[in-house]
């Protein structure tokens, strides 16, 4: 997905579980990683998703009352760099902060020689990077399912110690036609089974 279009698997316009605040969260569409243990190979496959002008969705997130940013996860947000990039600027030049789930290292894009790559990047302020890793699940730190994982404050926007107030949470939805919706960083099987219910898993990384 190139220019000005995004392909997207979901969004939640105010959430409280996928960073730090009330965010408007962006599930992109498309992941070429397939990592061993992802939660979301509902999202790997490229083009199926709902597609999104920039503009479209920008007008989303300025509608929304009461945000303190946008997250990006996925699927990879990196494999839709440039369109994220030119929504990031938005983002950012009107005061909100840019949380990104990412499956490469902040090494990999900081060296990528694609531009989208560091247009992107450069509009993040927590960067939260690395594979979901199933040997290191690990739920003792916000928003992360595995140790490998790290958060990178790339601007001052966020502080290490803003971190610390927060702890792993679930959100549940229930639509008008009854079918639940989860979303945040939990133990889902143990979930499941207090619930006595077949939930399914959306949370990506
Ligand atoms: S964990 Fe993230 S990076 Fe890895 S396959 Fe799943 S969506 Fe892709």
């Given at each position: 997905?190139?220019?000005?279009?995004?392909?997207?698997?979901?969004?939640?316009?105010?959430?409280?579980?996928?960073?730090?605040?009330?965010?408007?969260?962006?599930?992109?569409?498309?992941?070429?990683?397939?990592?061993?243990?992802?939660?979301?190979?509902?999202?790997?496959?490229?083009?199926?998703?709902?597609?999104?002008?920039?503009?479209?969705?920008?007008?989303?997130?300025?509608?929304?009352?009461?945000?303190?940013?946008?997250?990006?996860?996925?699927?990879?947000?990196?494999?839709?760099?440039?369109?994220?990039?030119?929504?990031?600027?938005?983002?950012?030049?009107?005061?909100?902060?840019?949380?990104?789930?990412?499956?490469y290292t902040y090494e990999e894009l900081k060296n990528s020689?694609?531009?989208?790559v560091t247009?992107?990047l450069?509009?993040?302020?927590?960067l939260?990077?690395?594979?979901?890793?199933?040997?290191?699940?690990?739920?003792?730190?916000?928003?992360?399912?595995?140790?490998?994982?790290?958060?990178l404050?790339l601007?001052?926007?966020?502080?290490?110690?803003?971190?610390?107030?927060?702890?792993?949470?679930?959100?549940?939805?229930?639509?008008?036609?009854?079918?639940?919706?989860?979303?945040?960083?939990?133990?889902?099987?143990?979930?499941?089974?207090?619930?006595?219910?077949?939930?399914?898993?959306?949370?990506?990384?």
């Open positions: 997905m190139t220019g000005n279009l995004l392909n997207i698997y979901k969004i939640i316009k105010n959430t409280e579980v996928e960073g730090p605040g009330r965010r408007f969260c962006i599930w992109t569409q498309g992941c070429s990683r397939h990592c061993k243990g992802c939660f979301a190979k509902q999202t790997w496959e490229f083009g199926v998703g709902k597609s999104f002008t920039v503009d479209d969705l920008w007008n989303e997130i300025k509608a929304e009352n009461g945000i303190e940013g946008i997250t990006l996860l996925g699927g990879e947000p990196f494999e839709q760099a440039e369109p994220l990039a030119i929504l990031t600027t938005l983002v950012k030049n009107s005061g909100y902060s840019v949380v990104c789930f990412t499956g020689k694609n531009s989208g247009a992107l450069n509009n993040i302020d927590l939260i990077d690395g594979n979901f890793i199933q040997d290191k699940f690990d739920l003792t730190r916000p928003w992360v399912g595995s140790s490998n994982q790290r958060y404050f601007t001052d926007y966020y502080k290490p110690e803003d971190i610390k107030k927060y702890k792993n949470k679930i959100e549940i939805r229930i639509a008008g036609n009854g079918k639940l919706e989860i979303n945040g960083m939990g133990d889902f099987k143990k979930l499941e089974q207090k619930l006595c219910l077949q939930l399914g898993q959306n949370k990506i990384k």
